[in-house]
């Protein structure tokens, strides 16, 4: 019953900016930190961005800190990754997790107990 989609994804230039959006049904959203990862081919999964249940701390991977932005609309039961000065690095599919943890913002991936089915982005050089 539990779901999260993503969306936002596509084909964008080096240097450019794109915004992806997960939106969560089936859980009360504000009880779940939430968090970004991504999956590039023939690579392992990494730690993107996290942020906590009421959106006031955050906490990124050193590859996007300055880059990109992570939010959370809990009236819209959504988070957001805002994505800028994007490379060709950072092409992968991407994905979105809600962990029941709480008390801080980042938590290693075993800890999220739901995942959503990812969205691709694409970082042309």
């Known amino acids: 019953q539990v779901q999260l989609v993503e969306s936002g994804g596509g084909l964008v230039q080096a240097g450019g900016s794109l915004r992806l959006s997960c939106a969560a049904s089936?859980?009360?959203?504000?009880?779940?930190?939430m968090g970004w990862f991504r999956q590039a081919p023939g690579k392992e999964r990494e730690f993107v961005a996290a942020?906590?249940?009421?959106?006031?701390?955050?906490y990124y991977a050193d590859s996007v800190k300055g880059r990109f932005t992570i939010s959370r609309d809990n009236a819209k039961n959504t988070v957001y990754l805002q994505m800028n000065s994007l490379k060709p690095e950072d092409t992968a599919v991407y994905y979105c997790?809600?962990?029941?943890?709480?008390?801080?913002?980042?938590?290693?991936?075993?800890?999220?107990?739901?995942w959503g089915q990812g969205t691709q982005v694409t970082v042309s050089s």
């Open positions: 942020i906590n249940r009421s959106g006031g701390t955050t």
């Open positions: 997790a809600a962990t029941s943890r709480g008390g801080s913002a980042y938590y290693p991936p075993r800890d999220y107990n739901y």
């Open positions: 089936g859980l009360t959203f504000s009880g779940y930190a």
